[in-house]
């Protein structure tokens, strides 16, 4: 669906550890967008990106940090992970904008001890 | 801010009972509205989609009407299967123009028994 790769699917790591996301997509879209799901919150948006080199923060974005240097890689950072950012990350693309269906990635399950 | 809100669950039922998903919505402007759905160790999959008022999104029997005067986008299907057993999100985007991405409920866990 839409090409989406997530890396690593899953991960364990310490806190205070760095931590790199990836979401890789073949269809050329415009828009990316990283989300945290958790139990009795849903999704959350953290940070998207609307063309390369240009991102923005979302609803959660306090610790985490994005790049974007090529249209079909989106980078999600955990300069310093905390027990607190132990979640499911999805990546999310869509070609032109808020009024079409988002497509995702099958996630990526992060545990930090 | 935007918001949406549908009943956590889980919801039981049997096979081939109707089912109904309440979703209600808040925001600024006239949003298009979506129901996804999540199997088990799965992304989320799109299963419907409305844009405007009265607008009614279907797909494998499933059915939704974006009502714009009770701000609500129930999800509805009338004969449910096993294979149906997943969470399923309401979310709804703002038309305001930017992409920010969407805003969505906390998820109902559907369980279906044979």
């Known amino acids: 669906d839409a090409g989406i790769t997530q890396s690593p699917r899953h991960k364990v790591t310490e806190t205070g550890t760095p931590v790199t996301l990836r979401c890789h997509q073949t269809?050329?879209?415009?828009?990316m967008y990283w989300y945290r799901q958790d139990p009795g919150h849903g999704l959350r948006l953290i940070h998207y990106?609307?063309?390369?080199?240009?991102?923005d923060k979302g609803e959660v974005s306090d610790g985490y940090s994005v790049s974007r240097s090529k249209t079909e890689d989106f980078l999600l950072t955990l300069e310093s992970a905390t027990s607190s950012q132990t979640s499911v990350y999805f990546c999310?693309?869509?070609?032109?904008?808020?009024?079409?269906?988002?497509?995702f990635g099958d996630g990526t399950r992060l545990s930090i001890l | 801010g935007d918001s949406v809100t549908q009943m956590e669950g889980p919801v039981t039922l049997s096979e081939e009972a109707f089912l109904t998903i309440n979703c209600t919505y808040t925001?600024?402007?006239?949003?298009?509205l979506f129901w996804y759905v999540q199997y088990p160790g799965e992304g989320l999959q799109l299963l419907l989609k409305?844009?405007?008022?009265?607008d009614k999104g279907s797909n494998k029997g499933f059915e939704a009407t974006y009502r714009k005067e009770t701000t609500s986008f129930h999800l509805e299907k009338g004969s449910v299967q096993v294979s149906d057993s997943a969470v399923y999100f309401c979310?709804?985007?703002?038309?305001?123009?930017?992409?920010?991405?969407?805003?969505f409920g906390k998820g109902t866990h559907l369980i279906i028994q044979p």
């Open positions: 409305a844009t405007k008022a009265d």
């Open positions: 269809e050329n879209h415009r828009y």
């Open positions: 925001a600024t402007g006239y949003p298009s």
């Open positions: 979310a709804l985007s703002d038309k305001g123009g930017g992409a920010d991405g969407l805003t």
């Open positions: 990106s609307y063309g390369v080199k240009d991102t």
């Open positions: 999310a693309t869509n070609r032109d904008g808020n009024n079409q269906p988002q497509h």
